[in-house]
């Protein structure tokens, strides 16, 4: 008997837990959700180039010799007409003085021979031979004091010098292939990229139909980020794009020029430059931090509809822009998506959702690409 009211006792005592438990499992779950909203994005396109010097001058004699004396340091800024080199410049001094002489003596046999040719006392042609004498003797006269000059080797353009491939006692002559030193300037300088034809006429098809706008007044302006990954400060500008595909890659090379007061860019840094493409007038952005991926790969968030019923939900993103994604199919304005709880959700689950903080919207506005949304 006493047996009976024991049992009986237990399932009286499992029956009331299996009533308390399960409220339980009907209790919704707290998570943080954000409601997404339509807002113009201008995407970005991210390209891989190389920094080019905007003059680049080969330093080469025109006349031959042995120099002297190097009258620059090594890595400093010149200006346009600095002495760089001095040849030796005796040979040519003395063939100066020597033309300046021939010239004297052909001015004054010229002058000499004017009243005789007027009085008919010499041939017009014995006068004519003197003053075309004359003026070759100027000419001469010229050719020495130009190449008296050249001795001295002075920078074509102004820049940054580099080293010097020749030394004083060098013997260097006028045509010769080897340069003696490099001048670049680097303030501005250009990043030319390239960027494959099929990516250039998908922008244009999307533009031509409307799903981009043209980026204005801003189209021009080109972003970079650096090899370490950071952002360079200064913004720079598209100058051209060329009109023709290269046809081993199949791509177009498009170029930038960007102000380098500092010399931080440095000619044949790589770099990745920031081209803006359009303007998606209704564009939806999610934060990275909503979006997962299948076994597949395939990106998903979880969307808490109308009844606080969770639903899992595939997408495809674009772009990302700080630190948000561009959701180009998949997620509408005012859908809730779960950010904050999603270790717990599962498709179906019931819950109760507060509205995250907003995070402070970054500063860098480059943007890469979703290799899962490919």
């Known amino acids: 008997m006493r047996l009976k009211i024991l049992s009986a006792s237990l399932i009286l005592m499992l029956a009331a837990c299996d009533q308390h438990a399960a409220p339980t499992s009907d209790k919704p779950l707290s998570v943080g959700v954000v409601t997404l909203h339509s807002e113009p994005v201008t995407l970005f396109t991210q390209l891989p180039g190389r920094t ?5 001058a080969e330093v080469r004699p025109q006349v031959s010799g042995i120099i002297l004396k190097r009258l620059f340091k090594e890595g400093a800024e010149v200006k346009a007409g600095d002495p760089l080199y001095q040849i030796d410049p005796a040979s040519y001094q003395a063939a100066y003085d020597k033309a300046e002489a021939t010239l ?3 001015n004054k046999l010229a002058q000499r021979y004017k009243p005789l040719a007027a009085a008919h006392a010499i041939s017009g042609q014995t006068y004519d031979d003197a003053v075309a004498a004359a003026r070759e003797a100027q000419a001469d006269l010229e050719t020495a004091r130009v190449n008296l000059n050249y001795t001295k080797v ?3 353009i102004a820049g940054h010098i580099g080293r010097s491939l020749s030394t004083e ?3 260097v002559t006028n045509g010769q292939s080897s340069y003696l030193t490099t001048i670049q300037q680097l303030d501005p300088i250009y990043v030319d990229v390239s960027e494959s034809s099929q990516d250039l006429l998908r922008q244009r098809r999307a533009l ?7 980026a204005g007044d801003n189209a021009a302006a080109v972003k970079l980020k650096l090899e370490d990954g950071s952002a360079y400060e200064q913004e720079g500008r598209l100058e051209f794009s060329e009109v023709t595909v290269d046809q081993g890659t199949g791509s177009v090379t498009l170029r930038a020029v960007f102000p380098n007061p500092q010399r931080v860019l440095l000619p044949g840094m790589f770099v990745h430059a920031s081209f803006p493409q359009g303007v998606a007038d209704q564009g939806i952005l999610a934060p990275q931090e909503a979006i997962m991926h299948d076994t597949k790969g395939k990106p998903y968030v979880f969307v808490v509809q109308a009844d606080n019923s969770v639903a899992q939900q595939s997408i495809t ?12 199919s998949g997620l509408k304005a005012s859908d809730r998506v779960v950010v904050d709880g999603l270790q717990d959700v599962r498709s179906g689950s019931r819950v109760q959702p507060t509205e995250a903080q907003a995070k402070a919207a970054p500063q860098a506005n480059l943007t890469t690409t979703d290799p899962s949304a490919q």
């Open 52 to 56: 080019t010097a905007v003059r680049t």
């Open 169 to 171: 006692g060098a013997l």
């Open 317 to 328: 993103t674009g772009e990302m822009i700080g630190d948000k994604w561009l959701v180009t």
């Open 154 to 156: 002075r920078a074509p």
């Open 104 to 106: 004297v003596n052909a």
């Open 208 to 214: 031509a139909e409307g799903k981009l706008k043209a």
